[in-house]
């Protein structure tokens, strides 16, 4: 009978404390998109609670987001919009849980953009960019050396570099075997990932916007036949604050936003990929429905600058380079095409995939230049395969094998004299290479 007791006064006292576990933020807060009138941040906490942020520019003023409940079915995380915003305004923000500020209490701010249009020069701005961080988790990784860096330092990098805004190129998380065929996997894995407080650390400096390639999409080189693609892309919503995802009613990640005399253009390789063995004249990488909206907005835009950021390297020329649009021969003449008739200037494409970095040109005679800067990898293993490659559009000097990267892109100059100027840099932040190109 007093063992009975015993295990009973136990299990109350096991209870009492589960109940009594204070909810805290475990990851976040990411700040996603700061538009001129509306930013959105991303929080996770360890149980389910109410949660807002509370903000102000001045502190006689202070807004509230609406309060959204954090739920099991997202791992309790949310997304709280912030719509009592105005430009040229920099906003001081906390988090609240349950009606108590959370602890420690601490204020992040959020910058928001300046009007500059009609008003004089479009600003100098600068961002960061980059692709494949690997976090490595023993229990679920290849057995043998890690994958993935064991060394910190590249996200604290990123932010001395002090960029307005951060852009990743895919492959953000790598799903591992235990991981894509169920949403605990998946949602777990970007657990594990955003534990991580250096990558907090950058989450919270500076907004963050993303796509995705094959590793956050589903296994190795995974297309639009994965079976479980729509569990991976509502957790790609559930954990990255975008402005929208997917375009004209179709699913996917494709999103847009701008920056100044700047468009960026986010594409989604794997949604609607082909599959690899698909005959060579039928292949496609991005589908007939983004393409259309693609060179509907490319020929829209009335900014400098068109960044298209999408996972796979677009004028990589090498057959052995594996998933690239040499893979999808006719998709990628389409586009090139396309920018030539109708002499579409300044089009960048942003890559990412390959374990190592590259500026690759086309450029022909009296024709609009297009560049694709691709930038591998983050944190994952950093291969030396490229040097065997014949892509016969890189630039001299600029191939980058066997070295962890990321780049800054900095824009600078009167509105008719517009400078790019890429930036190469390793873990530590010292520089590797660079390279600039003037506004045509």
């Known amino acids: 009978m007093i063992k009975k007791a015993f295990v009973v006064v136990v299990l109350l006292l096991l209870i009492s404390n589960l109940y009594a576990q204070k909810s805290a933020v475990v990851a976040g807060p990411l700040l996603g998109y700061v538009d001129f009138r509306e930013a959105c941040v991303w929080v996770q906490v360890n149980k389910e609670a109410k949660l807002t942020l509370k903000y102000f520019a001045h502190p006689d003023t202070v807004y509230q987001t609406q ?26 923000y906390q988090i609240w849980i349950d009606g ?52 910190p330092g590249i996200f604290n990098s990123i932010v001395t570099k002090q960029p307005e805004f951060m852009l990743w190129l895919g492959d953000n998380i790598y799903l591992r075997e235990p991981d894509w065929n169920s949403k605990t996997g998946v949602y777990k894995r970007y657990d594990h990932v955003r534990s991580n407080p ?66 960026f253009f986010l594409l989604d390789d794997r949604y609607y990929r082909s599959p690899e063995k698909t005959p060579v004249y ?51 003449q389409e586009i090139i095409s396309f920018i030539h008739k109708h002499k579409i200037k300044n089009v960048i494409f942003l890559t990412g995939d390959r374990h190592h970095s590259e500026i690759s040109i ?22 030396n395969r490229a040097q065997q490659e014949k892509n016969t559009l890189r630039v001299d000097g600029t191939l980058i094998t066997g070295k962890r990267n990321f ?34």
């Not at 915003?85 to 920099?90: F, Q, R, S, V």
């Not at 086309?362 to 291969?383: E, F, H, N, Q, R």
């Open 67 to 92: 309060t959204v409940v954090a739920k099991q079915e997202t791992h309790y995380s949310a997304k709280l919009v912030l719509d009592n915003i105005e430009p040229a305004k920099t906003y001081t």
């Open 100 to 151: 108590k500020q959370a602890a420690p209490k601490k204020n992040y701010n959020l910058k928001v953009p300046a009007l500059w249009k009609w008003r004089g020069d479009p600003p100098a701005f600068k961002f960061a960019t980059g692709s494949c961080h690997y976090a490595n988790q023993t229990i679920h990784d290849r057995p043998g050396t890690p994958y993935g860096d064991t060394l």
């Open 198 to 263: 250096e990558l907090n650390n950058l989450f919270s400096f500076c907004p963050n916007y993303a796509i995705w390639d094959d590793h956050d999409f589903g296994p190795n080189n995974a297309d639009r036949g994965f079976w479980n693609k729509q569990t991976t892309l509502q957790a790609f919503k559930d954990y990255w604050p975008n402005p929208s995802f997917g375009v004209n009613g179709e699913e996917g990640i494709t999103t847009y936003f701008n920056y100044a005399d700047a468009d």
């Open 282 to 332: 039928d292949a496609e990488v991005l589908g007939a429905t983004q393409l259309q909206w693609l060179k509907d907005n490319l020929l829209a835009s009335g900014s400098k600058f068109k960044f298209i950021a999408v996972g796979s390297q677009f004028l990589n020329t090498s057959e052995e380079a594996g998933e690239t649009f040499i893979s999808a021969p006719k998709e990628r």
């Open 362 to 383: 086309l450029k022909t005679d009296s024709l609009p230049t297009i560049y694709d800067v691709t930038v591998s990898p983050l944190s994952s293993g950093a291969g």
């Open 407 to 440: 780049a800054t892109l900095e824009i600078t100059g009167a509105r008719n004299q517009r400078v790019l100027t890429i930036v190469y840099y390793g873990r530590e932040g010292e520089e590797i290479n660079r390279f600039q190109i003037s506004a045509e």
